[in-house]
């Protein structure tokens, strides 16, 4: 009885492989490379346009508010201390100049 479930399962499995595969061909004169090609060169805008419309500004976002916490922090410490600290403040407002500007030039560099 128990070999039968076996070669019952293993049947069902091979049949279900065989009729729920697909066979996938590379534009039909089986040239892959021209295939990945094409694929990537529609898949380049849609990358860029969703990176420029939402991952840049997202990091925008984030390193702004991040900015201003820094800066009100400083300024409860320079109010405690009487020392301004400039250098948490001055690389968070590097790299937000750095993400503010990005999408004009990151393009050229990476070669899209």
């Not at 534009?27 to 990358?47: P, R, Y």
């Not at 009487?82 to 004009?104: D, H, S």
């Amino acid at each position: 009885m128990r070999k039968q479930k076996i070669i019952f399962a293993l049947a069902l499995t091979i049949m279900l492989l065989t009729v729920l595969s697909v066979s996938v061909l590379a534009a039909g004169s089986g040239d892959v490379a021209g295939a990945v090609q094409g694929t990537w060169d529609t898949a380049k805008v849609q990358i860029k346009s969703v990176v420029n419309g939402v991952v840049f500004p997202v990091l925008d976002l984030i390193l702004a508010v991040f900015f201003f916490v820094k800066i009100g922090g400083a300024y409860f410490d320079y109010r405690k201390s009487g020392q301004f600290e400039w250098t948490a403040p001055a690389i968070l407002f590097a790299c937000l100049v750095f993400t503010l500007t990005a999408p004009l030039y990151i393009w050229g560099i990476i070669g899209m």
